[in-house]
């Protein structure tokens, strides 16, 4: 790879932006407390994060205020992975962090949720009644019994509502766990059944697409497949009354009850997330109260440079980690806008009508929402007021080349790009946003704070400037405490440390250029390797969908018993485009010059969709084991997919090619 230095940067923050930044003033301060470099930027504070692992994370406690109700011992009593521990002997409460802004009288009356729906109504709620009402549902989960470690379960759309129902849950020291309610009740079941809760918040139903989905019965079936719930809670979200048995939402928080946070050990579980499950049980991955604390107040309040003054919004249902992220930005008092619908109703420019209505000053969002825009050719800084929009954040998948500039030329050439990447196994971003860096085209700014990223060869050697395994060879914070019903740990283990002893590698092929930067090139489990040269199925996409008769493509790449590499490219058309001998070429020409004539495709086959996780993942592996001849139901856990029936192509394509 030929040296990055000399390409000149997208964006550069001028030197008031640096100046103001709380990434700056953090540094000088940490300079002043704790021997950090007074010098050399980011990339001296990033390199002192790491070597000084102890005493940053320490200084990230101080800076942020963290409130231990018992002190700590020490930082790291033990920096093994897996099972580094963390400020061993502190106790401390993540809500309590949450609602405190509502402490400052001059900040409890403005809003600390921006509730948003699909006719783009807006409904605030202070941080007063947003504490009153955690205080309140906090004391009534105690009448019902809820002690701390048992597990509160959330069936929900993002709603404040449901903002509410986890930091009561994290008050009272349970752990939270949800699924947004357009899973399925399988999907729900393979996730909550092995957490086995005993509430659940639920809704009757929820909008989307400008129609009402009602999911009374959905809710039923759960009811009768999770015999641990002691309670359920209805919240009227469509209208109806209660079912039999459950509980009225509004009469949980009606009381004016100061809220009590239970002070727990610093590694005690906040709560469950899951990993996609395409091929079997999704993971259930459990994260503690202080590390969740520390790397988001870190990632928030430094990494997205966000405080009191800012809107937060990014486009997420609870089902996924960012709903998670986003409800951490409670934690550097910023008011999180939260947008309840489909990310394209009426039209695809949803999303930057909500950003202009709410003032969002940082807009998160899919890569796969900003190139959709791209596609049609929408103008969101011609048609709409973002003026207030400073950064726009973008995951899931990597940021095409092409997305980076048609943000900068279609929203604002003085936009702050922020394309980030981490994962639901840390709830955090190993690379992305740093308010003090330029920004590069189809490159991640840096390293986080405090994570030790690099990029290493099969043999564990670190490369510069060359593809290589993502992998993190010091502990952070939010990795997890332990998978649930993994007792010996070996699942947890063989997730993230089968390749490379101690230290986590997490799947993905990345290039660290010279300059610091950081590429994603897609999952390295679904790696394509032509005669030894290997290349991430995200580069096949960028390259691809440029071609404006290509809604999405799917690549897989087919290690055959004859020791042949069959690798077909999957692609769903654009309406009124037709795969004509034409359009092959083209497609081929452009992997060709663009990427590696060794991956060139063998046959382009039209598809009549995609299929993805419900997080909106492309599943790769799933339909490689198909094409390999592995039954539906043993390739895939059919809950995890968002349109199983697509998967009956390549099923079929399979028995054709036997």
Known sequence: MTSAADEAPLWQPGPDRIATAAVTRFQNWAAERHGAPAEGGYAALHRWSVDELDTFWQAVAEWFDVRFSTPYENVLGDRTMPGAQWFPGATLNYAEHALRTAENPLRADAPALLHVDEAHTQNPTSWSELRRRVGSLAAEL??????PGDRVSGYLPNIPEAVVAFLATAAVGAVWTSCAPDFGARSVLDRFQQVEPVVLFTVDGYRYGGKEHHRADTVAELRRELPTLRAVVHIPLLGTDAPEGALEWSALIAADTEPVFEQVPFD??????????????????????????????????????????????WYTSTGWMMWNFLVSGLLT??????????????????QWRVAEQAGATLFGTSAAYVMACRKAGIHPGRDFDLSRVQCVATTGS??????????????????????VSGGTDVCSCFAGAVPTLPVHIGELQAPGLGTDLQS????????????????VTKPMPSMPIRFWNDPDGSRYHDSYFDMYPGVWRHGDWITITDRGSVIIHGRSDSTLNRQGVRMGSADIYEAVERLPQIRESLVIG??????????????????????DDELRAA??????????????????????????????????????????????????NPGSIDNLELLHFYEELARRRR
């Not at 008092?333 to 949803?350: F, H, K, Q, R």
């Not at 290493?456 to 992998?471: F, I, K, Q, S, Y």
């Not at 058309?573 to 795969?579: I, Q």
Request: some cysteine; hydrophobic content about 40%; aromatic content about 8%.
């Open 268 to 313: 005690h579980p906040l709560w469950v997330l899951y990993s996609s499950g395409t091929t079997g049980l999704p993971k259930a991955i459990v994260q503690s109260q202080g590390g969740i604390l520390l790397e988001h107040f870190k990632q928030i309040g430094l990494h997205c440079d966000l405080g009191p003054e800012d809107r937060f919004f």
């Open 142 to 147: 105690r009448a019902l019994g809820v002690t």
């Open 398 to 419: 990597p940021l095409p080349p092409d997305g980076f500039r048609w943000l900068h030329d279609e929203v604002a050439d003085e936009l702050w790009i922020a394309s």
């Open 558 to 579: 087919l290690e055959e018993p004859d020791g042949g590499y069959w690798m077909p490219l999957f692609v769903h058309l654009a309406e009124g485009a037709a795969l």
């Open 333 to 350: 008092g910023t008011t999180l806008v939260l947008y309840d619908g489909s990310p394209g109703y009426p039209d695809i420019s949803a």
């Open 587 to 636: 497609i081929k020409r452009t992997i060709r010059e663009n990427l590696s004539p060794r991956h060139v495709p063998d046959e382009v086959i039209e598809v009549p969709g995609i299929p993805h996780t419900l997080t909106g993942k492309r599943i790769e592996v799933p339909v490689k084991r198909l094409l390999q001849g592995t039954a539906l139901a043993k390739a895939v």
């Open 456 to 471: 290493w060869d099969p043999a564990g050697n670190p490369l510069t400037g060359e593809v290589g395994e993502l992998v």
